[in-house]
């Protein structure tokens, strides 16, 4: 697994509030991102980090942000959240040697 | 850009006949092709990956893909499927020349093995 955890695993909250879900990693990776998993999606870019305080979007940005203070977290918000973002979120790295991308056990985001 | 393609939303197949997932990909330069497969409740893990050389790559727990260039595909094989095999099965693709890692993913195929 890469050493990778996520919290909370899962979460339920109130549409408009503020969420914060948090991806730590232990292996000192430089890239880690950010995907949504959603039925017929697959799974989709949100953003992504290529070090500390570098990041960038994905496919899916709108209504999210993200920040990078330490190596090992990185940290997605969701301003005021909306039932559309009611998902599956996963956090992952690069093993830049191999060029393989390892995942996270996922949280569980249902917006009420 | 890059895409990806899963033709099937769900494969059937009966334990102990091999199978075959899907994949057709597009991509500007250099393709670099991946399988994930997930099972319930948990992350994807990585089965394998094609970054250059022989066309026929070996993965995890029995399975193969083929990177076919001139059919834009990479199709995930298993000469004789499992009941333990069922799963969701992603493909992922990543222009080589993408500095940032960003892989694509399909949609997913869910694949049901009957006793």
């Known amino acids: 697994d890469a050493g990778i955890t996520q919290s909370p695993r899962h979460k339920v909250t109130e549409t408009g509030t503020p969420v914060t879900l948090r991806c730590h990693q232990t292996e000192n990776h430089r890239y880690m991102y950010w995907y949504r998993q959603d039925p017929g999606h697959g799974l989709r870019l949100i953003h992504y980090s290529y070090g500390v305080k570098d990041t960038d979007k994905g496919e899916v940005s709108d209504g999210y942000s993200v920040s990078r203070s330490k190596t090992e977290d990185f940290l997605l918000t969701l301003e005021s959240a909306t039932s559309s973002q009611t998902s599956v979120y996963f956090c992952?790295?690069?093993?830049?040697?191999?060029?393989?991308?390892?995942f996270g056990p996922g949280t569980r985001l249902t917006v009420t | 850009a890059q895409s990806v393609a899963q033709p099937e939303d769900q494969v059937n197949v009966a334990e102990g006949n091999p199978l075959t997932v899907k994949c057709t990909y597009s991509?500007?330069?250099?393709?670099?092709l991946f399988w994930y497969v997930q099972y319930p409740n948990r992350g994807l893990q990585f089965l394998l990956k094609?970054?250059?050389?022989?066309?026929l790559v070996k993965g995890s727990y029995g399975f193969e893909a083929e990177f076919n260039k001139s059919q834009t595909s990479f199709h995930l094989k298993k000469p004789s499927a499992l009941v333990s095999d069922s799963a969701l099965y992603f493909c992922a693709v990543r222009d080589g020349g993408n500095a940032g890692n960003m892989l694509t993913f399909g949609g997913g195929t869910r694949l049901m093995v009957k006793p």
């Open positions: 992952a790295i690069t093993q830049e040697a191999r060029y393989e991308q390892y």
């Open positions: 991509v500007s330069g250099n393709p670099y």
């Open positions: 094609y970054i250059t050389g022989d066309n």
